[in-house]
């Protein structure tokens, strides 16, 4: 099944796409051009596909038409390259090219075709039969399960730009033998010179070859590209990004130069989970063991306090070092908010030092007049000490009324350090039973400290854990969902990555 669209849009014409098992066509040699202005540089989809092959022709015009919502995948972790198109699916790209390039088209008024009646596809066959931009194969027919072929492709992607955009692309220009005659020549011919579409390495265009799904994405994709540049759409702002990683600058040792390059090469806020320059926060210990790695990054960092932080008075330099983006002197909790829908706490877990983390003390109080203030935003919260945790210093229930309070607010995530391992928990209620109305949390103290192996059993709520891996935790936030993905540094393992529904 055709997943939907990984950020909600209003689209009322377009439905959810329900893919059946096909079967595959031959591989395509057609190659993928640039898309400067509709696709963002990198890895745009939620989680990437391990079907689509990294570094195939086509895998960057896959990401791009997801984020586009244009497309998803054939189930939540797969986006199906070589499965075929029916007529019907094709019907349902268009709509939302159409959709989210500029507004959705109007609703049919009547029902146009017999054969796709009570089909997720139909309004988008209705309103593109109305619109006068598909038609039919005979009377009141519209053959939704009949495969779509490269010609027909280029036909619709021919028409969908021009009702987008109001120009007539030229005609003319005979690009290929193969389909002289043919009855989409004409539209083959424009798309190949609009850049929409191309041909295979022996001159050919094989218009009546069967369309892949990655080959799909190469061509609509193109076709938002033209509309952007045209200045007909501007591209939709992508998610939120958390980069989340604690435990990090040692002299000395490369693992926290690793990590920065790790940090620096993802967009988004770094949220620092405590513990920034080994061993005891001083001056110069942020000068030599934080400065040359991570301090280029600093205007990107949201940090949390960590203890090694406080083995100098007061955390002196961890204040000094990050100033206002710390929050307040002596106390150091703070929020912000990250897209449209999304809160973010930073929170103290230096408990005695600050006044206390126990129900009334002034960082609950705090905590529970900023949490009600956020409105329905989602929320995610982080701080040094985990809550939970299977590592060797164990579970740590000072924070446990700060924990309560977001459990109360409908908190999604809580992010952590403190051991030098990484762990994802399941979602669990405050007393750390696993419940699927819980929060989720993260042990990522993998920043560049040495890590520090497992001397006990995991918990009954660990999902998964390691030792074994420096790295950072990039956490995509979208508006009804989050993913998260660990990326190891260079020669260590990839540990975990996946998505989840907000709550």
Known sequence: MDHPPVRARTVAVAVAVTLLALVAAPASVATASGLPSACPGGDVSED??????????????????????????????????????????????????????????????????????????????????????????????????????????????????????????????????????????????????AGFANGYDDGTFRPDQPVRRDEMASFIARVLDAVVEGGYATPPAPDPVLVAVGDIGVCGYDRDEATARLAAAQRGTIVTLGDHAYHSGTTEEFERCWEPSWGPLEDRVRPSAGNHDYLTEDAGPYFDRFGAAAGTRGEGWYSFDVGEDWHVVSLNSNCSLVGGCHAGSPQERWLRSDLAAAGDRRIVAYWHHARFSSGRHGSDARTDALWRALEEHGADLVLAAHEHSYERLVPVDPDGRATADGITSFVVGTGGAWLRSFDRGPLATTATRSAASHGILVVTLGDDHYSWDFVPVPGDRALDRGRSATR
Not at 48 to 64: I, M, N
Not at 72 to 86: I, K
Not at 90 to 109: D, I, K, N, Q
């Open 48 to 193: 990437g596909f391990p079907d689509v092959a990294e570094g195939t022709v086509h895998e960057h015009a896959v990401d791009c038409v997801v984020w586009w919502e244009v497309a998803a995948g054939v189930r939540v972790d797969r986006y199906g390259p070589a499965w075929q198109l029916h007529r019907a699916q094709m019907a349902s790209f268009m709509a939302r090219v159409l959709a989210v390039t500029g507004g959705p088209l109007p609703a049919a008024e009547q029902d146009h075709f017999d054969d796709d009646d009570g089909s997720v596809h139909e309004p988008a066959i209705d309103a593109l039969a109305e619109a006068g931009l598909v038609r039919g194969v005979a009377d009141r027919r519209f053959a939704p399960r009949a495969i779509v072929t490269r010609g027909q492709m280029a036909s619709f992607l021919v028409r969908v730009y021009e009702h987008r955009t109001g120009e007539t692309l030229p005609r003319g220009g005979d690009h290929f033998a193969d389909d002289d005659g043919h009855a989409h020549e004409a539209n083959i011919d424009a798309a190949v010179a």
